[in-house]
Each structure stands twice: as structure tokens, then as C-alpha cells.
């Protein structure tokens, strides 16, 4: 039973670390490569002390992890399934608005 706490409690921990849509585009970003912070500045259109925020509440919860090479640091997602997890959200996401939509569709036409 004690370790059913502590695992939940870790899952509710990393989910609120999936609560910002900034992170989130990063984890979409890491998805399939690695990327420096003035990659992930770029790509996500996010100004960098905002990003290195970020960043630091993904790694403190081990979600992305790090790799030095010379002078540039690179960031990547731990563990793939990570991203599986992810894609599986947004697949439901996508059911939910579509259903909402059909509703709309279906009461706007009476």
C-alpha cells in the first residue's frame, strides 16, 4: 500500500509538470531529436530565460535529461514512452473535440 502512495504521488507530480503548454511543446519538440536551448528558442518562438525555466521543471522530474558536447548542452526526452504517453493524451483530446463539435453541429442545425 505504501508504495501505491508513493507512486501516485509521483504520477500526480509529473502530470503537473505536463500542466503548461510551453512544456508540452517542448517534450513535441525533443520528440525525435535532441535540441540545444537556442534550438528550442527558435523552434517554439519562446524567449530563453522563459525556456530555461521550463526546462528545469522537466529535468527536476527527470522528464528530459541533458548531454554536454563542447560548449552546447542537449536536451532530450528520458524515456520514449514519455511521448507515448503524450501522444496518447492528445489522441483523446481529438476524440473529445471532435464529439463536441458533432454536438454543436447537431444542435445548431436543430
Keep these: 500500500m505504501k508504495e501505491d502512495k508513493i507512486i501516485l504521488e ?29 534550438d528550442m ?8 530565460g522563459n525556456l530555461a525555466q521550463h526546462l528545469a521543471i522537466l529535468k527536476q522530474r ?11 548542452v542537449y536536451y532530450h526526452v528520458t524515456d520514449p514512452k514519455i511521448i507515448q504517453a503524450c501522444e496518447l493524451m492528445r489522441s483523446v483530446l481529438l476524440n473529445q473535440l471532435k464529439e463536441t463539435e458533432k454536438l454543436s453541429r447537431k444542435y445548431a442545425t436543430g
Design 10 to 38: 509521483m504520477h500526480a507530480d509529473v502530470c503537473k509538470a505536463f500542466a503548461h503548454p510551453t512544456r508540452l511543446g517542448i517534450l513535441n519538440a525533443l520528440r525525435d531529436k535532441e535540441m540545444t536551448v537556442t
Design 41 to 48: 528558442t527558435q523552434a517554439l518562438g519562446v524567449a530563453k
Design 62 to 72: 527527470q522528464i528530459v535529461g541533458t548531454r554536454r558536447e563542447g560548449i552546447n
